[in-house]
């Protein structure tokens, strides 16, 4: 699966999270693009990259209840009608289309009666409505707020979550969060300080025997569930 | 009152819709300003105008569901945080936020099932947001629909209909609008070309007929409801 992330950020220089972000990356088949660093945005260039992503993920900083100003400008000059929709040709049907937003308000403000009044969900309706224009599975936001004030363990546990939303097959159910940490656990382990790898493989031999146990468990529930249906 | 209708439109030039709006506004008391013929935005002359107008217009086409760049970059640029809500000082409190908004589907595409799937209200609810934040009074929005498919009749409603939402006391009642007319009735027929005057001055004493006949009218349940409460 091949995975674009689309950052707009006016000054991501100074951004300490979008830094982050960006170490986190996974190693393979991530096309990683600043839109803000483009003087002039190379339309054909964009939709190539569109069109050869099987995820889009559109990554900013939550203003004013939108993305900033330089996703905007993408969306007005990249996605031209007869790209998205013209001919009854949809080249983006289908393509999963994800939103990483950073917001500087804890969860809670969020919603009806909280300090911004207004789910996220609601302030991203109209890039949701984009993607339903252009046929696109419309993957749950991925919402990071107030990175700052993350501790270390708060801060790894957000690189696992941030790959797994970029490669992790969907929807993020406990058979395709197994796949995931079992395609990924041995390279994770190696990338370990020499003093931990004992540590790490302990893990992956418990997560191993987990895996055995739930499918054994799986596997009575499923005689149960038959006897039942009898 | 002033109002300050500010546009966005990245090809203005090119738009009869917003020609024909120009051309529409009303003499006195209206300041407008194109957003994007400013090469750099003046942030202290942009919050100026903000202090001084009553009712702030913003009047812009839908694409891709919100506002074109240019008015989000005028968001993130002029709307600091100090400005709008810094040491609880609220300087655009009870002011009122219109949207004139133009959009090329009709009215019907903008509902659940419609073609568009979500209404003008959702595509809008980060404006609304910001309005809220500013605690400004937001007004109905203004829309517009498919212009260049309106005829004569309809475009000359269009005018009365938008010089009304730029400078007519809210909300739109009965009462506001009677006076809205009292007040720009007489003008409006001096314009009349020679021929019309005569015509004019009939629908003027007709409306003066009709509005004392309402308050006849309006007397008359008055003192039906008093009977009533007793």
Same sequence: chains 1, 2.
Avoid: C
Avoid at 72 to 80: F, G, I, P
Avoid at 194 to 217: C, N, P, V
């Amino acid at each position: 699966m091949n995975t674009l992330v689309l950052v707009s950020h006016p000054q991501i220089a100074d951004s300490g999270t979008q830094e982050f972000l960006k170490a986190s990356l996974p190693a393979e088949n991530i096309s990683w693009e600043h839109i803000e660093s483009q003087t002039v945005l190379d339309v054909a260039y964009e939709q190539a990259q569109l069109r050869q992503a099987d995820r889009i993920i559109l990554q900013f900083p939550l203003y004013w209840y939108a993305a900033p100003a330089g996703l905007k400008q993408w969306e007005d000059t990249v996605l031209t009608r007869s790209f998205v929709y013209g001919d009854h040709r949809y080249p983006l049907a289908g393509k999963e289309l994800g939103v990483v937003v950073t917001t500087g308000m804890p969860a809670e403000a969020f919603q009806r009666g909280g300090a911004e009044g207004l789910t996220l969900d609601a302030a991203l309706a109209p890039l949701a409505a984009v993607a339903q224009r252009a046929k696109m599975t419309w993957l749950p936001t991925f919402a990071i707020h107030q990175f700052s004030y993350l501790d270390e363990p708060a801060k790894l546990r957000l690189v696992i979550a941030y790959q797994r939303y970029l490669t992790q097959q969907q929807p993020d159910s406990l058979k395709n969060r197994q796949a995931w940490f079992s395609d990924h656990l041995a390279t994770m382990i190696a990338q370990l300080a020499e003093q931990d790898q004992s540590t790490g493989r302990l893990i992956e031999e418990a997560f191993k025997q987990k895996q055995t146990d739930l499918e054994t468990l799986q596997d009575t529930l499923a005689m149960i569930k038959e006897q039942e249906d009898d």
